[in-house]
């Protein structure tokens, strides 16, 4: 669903990129895409314990936009994993993607990602 992008704080703002990505839009050939409708995301921060997610530290569903500014701040010095879905209609059902995935991406100040999460680590203040 996108690469991460976070601001060095106990309250990061999460951003991604917004559902349906550019690159999949130009590729759809039968309009399948221009019907979807409504389109929201749920986010969920998980623990991170010897680099493997655990319990749900913070979630929120429904989102409008494909960013959101963590509410409640974050532990400092720890590491956690978050991911996004996108939930949307399409012919007037309620659909929702699968969990966003890493991509392959790097990044130096983060906790190993696990393939289903993005990996985040929080300043120690």
Request: proline fraction near 9%; avoid cysteine.
């Amino acid at each position: 669903m996108g690469r991460l992008r976070r601001d060095a704080t106990l309250q990061p703002t999460l951003r991604w990129e917004p559902f349906p990505a550019a690159d999949v839009r130009k590729s759809d050939r039968d309009g399948r895409l221009n019907r979807i409708r409504d389109v929201t995301y749920d986010l969920r921060i998980l623990w991170a314990e010897n680099e493997h997610p655990t319990a749900v530290f913070y979630a929120r569903s429904e989102l409008p936009e494909p960013s959101h500014k963590v509410e409640t701040p974050l532990v400092p010095a720890a590491k956690y994993f978050w991911t996004v879905r996108a939930r949307f209609l399409l012919d007037g059902i309620t659909r929702v993607t699968p969990w966003a995935q890493i991509r392959g991406s790097a990044f130096s100040d983060l906790v190993v990602p696990n393939r289903y999460y993005f990996g985040l680590k929080t300043p120690s203040r």
